[in-house]
């Protein structure tokens, strides 16, 4: 069975997975998203809590993912939910220190202004500070997300949902003929999701940029 | 930190996250240690306190367990050695003036591979070389050898060349230049690629066990899959505290390895 075959006769397979694929990596990056921007701001607010804050995130990134994955196992049982819970703390460093480093990058003059305007701190935050930060906190998003879409693959040892199954199947049929085919499959997929990811990142960066920073 | 994210491209920020920064304090030299020797002691206060049956003492003793840590550091090791063999020359050449227009095509393939992920690309090393340690080392090198590559040709490109025009008027030859200005300004960007390998070869080290190499990956794998909880904390928490452990050498050499001018 060429490669072809297998891609035809599996289509319907490799898109099932591929949706669960992303649709892992999306809750994923979602929850990290507001967990990153939140624990982000925290961090450009309070001097004392920003190395804490950085130090943690980029401890966690360093963990094996195989371990980070079956940490979560006895509390959360097999499947989506240690898979997801691993994910997102994969995904914090990259959001929270491109959000630290958005906003610490907002000109203070241009805050000064906005308060003297007698805007309030809060909209001095969500019209001023955040829409200048975003394309900034946006790539760390990016970032995010293409580490996250090629550890996801791992989410299968904990029978998490994901192309990771068809690298799995491949695995487990090792010395068979077929096994090229599924390690391919699965891997070719995983490429092929990671840029629809980046591509959409392309355009929600022009979508969501503030039109006066564009 | 906002310095240097603006001297390289967007899309570099998250591997030049550990360009040069202070001198370190106290608190550095002393926390990742403290904090691993708590976790450690915790471990060992928990197991042995566990009624362990015979399925987890086969896994949980002393000599069972350093096997598969030495295991898992000679793979990180010679890995780690190996590609940084391959890619610092590798991304010497790319930077040089003959050989300008390789750089960013270098960088764009780069940009791509990073999206394959990790499993699938040592399976598929594994499904093509065959079972067994030297296979391994080899997906390990193939995966490591961006950041590396990478951060040797941000690192090299962004000494400022009025530097290498004033060394080569003074009569350096380019090959003097590249020795004693080019690269040790490019040491600091060089160093933090050279951790990152080091830390994606230990991390990808547990997934060693699917091709036939006892590592770590073994011991969690054991636990998952005989359903024993305690054999898995071990295992996560040994691979996890490994690779703390060495990020933290990794630090430590890069703090004493930069040039004191930087």
């Given at each position: 069975?060429?490669?072809?075959e297998y891609l035809v006769d599996n289509a319907e397979f490799l898109f099932s997975d591929a949706v669960d694929h992303v649709v892992v990596?999306?809750?994923?990056?979602?929850?990290?998203?507001?967990?990153?921007?939140?624990?982000?701001?925290?961090?450009?607010?309070?001097?004392?809590?920003?190395?804490?804050?950085?130090?943690?995130?980029?401890?966690?990134?360093?963990?094996?993912?195989?371990?980070?994955?079956?940490?979560?196992?006895?509390?959360?049982?097999?499947?989506?939910?240690?898979?997801?819970?691993?994910?997102?703390?994969?995904?914090?460093?990259?959001?929270?220190?491109?959000?630290?480093?958005?906003?610490?990058?907002?000109?203070?003059?241009?805050?000064?202004?906005?308060?003297?305007?007698?805007?309030?701190?809060?909209?001095?935050?969500?019209?001023?500070?955040?829409?200048?930060?975003?394309?900034?906190?946006?790539?760390?998003?990016?970032?995010?997300?293409?580490?996250?879409?090629?550890?996801?693959?791992?989410?299968?040892?904990?029978?998490?949902?994901?192309?990771?199954?068809?690298?799995?199947?491949?695995?487990?049929?090792?010395?068979?003929?077929?096994?090229?085919?599924?390690?391919?499959?699965?891997?070719?997929?995983?490429?092929?999701?990671?840029?629809?990811?980046?591509?959409?990142?392309?355009?929600?960066?022009?979508?969501?940029?503030?039109?006066?920073?564009? | 930190?906002?310095?240097?994210?603006?001297?390289?491209?967007?899309?570099?920020?998250?591997?030049?996250?550990?360009?040069?920064?202070?001198?370190?304090?106290?608190?550095?030299?002393?926390?990742?240690?403290?904090?691993?020797?708590?976790?450690?002691?915790?471990?060992?206060?928990?197991?042995?306190?566990?009624?362990?049956?015979?399925?987890?003492?086969?896994?949980?003793?002393?000599?069972?367990?350093?096997?598969?840590?030495?295991?898992?550091?000679?793979?990180?090791?010679?890995?780690?050695?190996?590609?940084?063999?391959?890619?610092?020359?590798?991304?010497?050449?790319?930077?040089?003036?003959?050989?300008?227009?390789?750089?960013?095509?270098?960088?764009?393939?780069?940009?791509?591979?990073?999206?394959?992920?990790?499993?699938?690309?040592?399976?598929?090393?594994?499904?093509?070389?065959?079972?067994?340690?030297?296979?391994?080392?080899?997906?390990?090198?193939?995966?490591?050898?961006?950041?590396?590559?990478?951060?040797?040709?941000?690192?090299?490109?962004?000494?400022?060349?009025?530097?290498?025009?004033?060394?080569?008027?003074?009569?350096?030859?380019?090959?003097?230049?590249?020795?004693?200005?080019?690269?040790?300004?490019?040491?600091?960007?060089?160093?933090?690629?050279?951790?990152?390998?080091?830390?994606?070869?230990?991390?990808?080290?547990?997934?060693?066990?699917?091709?036939?190499?006892?590592?770590?990956?073994?011991?969690?794998?054991?636990?998952?899959?005989?359903?024993?909880?305690?054999?898995?904390?071990?295992?996560?928490?040994?691979?996890?505290?490994?690779?703390?452990?060495?990020?933290?050498?990794?630090?430590?050499?890069?703090?004493?390895?930069?040039?004191?001018?930087?």
């Amino acid at each position: 069975m060429d490669f072809y075959e297998y891609l035809v006769d599996n289509a319907e397979f490799l898109f099932s997975d591929a949706v669960d694929h992303v649709v892992v990596v999306a809750l994923s990056i979602g929850i990290a998203l507001v967990l990153g921007c939140a624990l982000g701001v925290l961090a450009h607010r309070s001097a004392r809590l920003r190395p804490v804050i950085l130090a943690v995130s980029s401890t966690l990134l360093t963990i094996p993912s195989l371990a980070l994955f079956a940490i979560f196992i006895p509390l959360l049982g097999l499947g989506t939910p240690p898979a997801v819970t691993a994910l997102v703390l994969y995904a914090l460093l990259p959001i929270v220190r491109n959000t630290v480093v958005g906003l610490g990058s907002v000109d203070q003059f241009v805050l000064r202004a906005a308060r003297g305007m007698g805007m309030g701190s809060w909209r001095r935050f969500t019209s001023i500070e955040l829409p200048l930060a975003w394309p900034v906190v946006l790539t760390g998003v990016r970032v995010s997300t293409q580490v996250v879409v090629g550890i996801a693959a791992i989410a299968a040892l904990v029978n998490g949902p994901g192309l990771g199954n068809e690298i799995f199947r491949g695995l487990r049929s090792l010395g068979s003929p077929f096994a090229l085919n599924f390690v391919l499959g699965g891997t070719l997929a995983i490429v092929v999701v990671a840029l629809l990811f980046d591509a959409v990142f392309v355009l929600l960066r022009r979508l969501t940029t503030a039109r006066g920073i564009r | 930190m906002v310095t240097t994210a603006s001297r390289v491209p967007h899309e570099l920020e998250f591997e030049a996250k550990r360009a040069p920064r202070g001198r370190w304090t106290l608190r550095q030299w002393l926390g990742m240690p403290l904090f691993l020797a708590v976790v450690g002691t915790a471990l060992y206060a928990w197991v042995s306190a566990q009624e362990l049956d015979s399925i987890e003492q086969r896994t949980l003793n002393a000599g069972e367990l350093t096997k598969r840590v030495i295991e898992h550091l000679q793979l990180a090791a010679v890995s780690t050695v190996i590609v940084i063999a391959v890619a610092v020359p590798l991304g010497i050449l790319a930077t040089r003036r003959s050989a300008r227009f390789v750089a960013p095509v270098v960088l764009v393939l780069g940009n791509l591979g990073q999206a394959i992920p990790s499993l699938g690309l040592i399976t598929l090393v594994v499904l093509l070389a065959g079972v067994g340690f030297e296979s391994v080392v080899f997906g390990l090198v193939a995966y490591s050898a961006l950041p590396i590559l990478r951060n040797t040709m941000v690192g090299l490109q962004q000494v400022d060349q009025t530097l290498v025009k004033s060394a080569r008027g003074m009569g350096m030859s380019p090959m003097q230049t590249l020795l004693r200005i080019e690269l040790p300004l490019a040491v600091p960007v060089v160093l933090a690629g050279i951790r990152t390998a080091l830390i994606l070869n230990i991390g990808t080290a547990t997934l060693a066990t699917f091709f036939g190499v006892q590592a770590l990956g073994y011991v969690i794998f054991q636990g998952i899959q005989l359903d024993r909880t305690p054999v898995l904390i071990v295992g996560a928490v040994l691979a996890s505290g490994l690779a703390l452990l060495v990020d933290w050498l990794a630090a430590a050499v890069e703090e004493l390895l930069t040039p004191r001018g930087l």
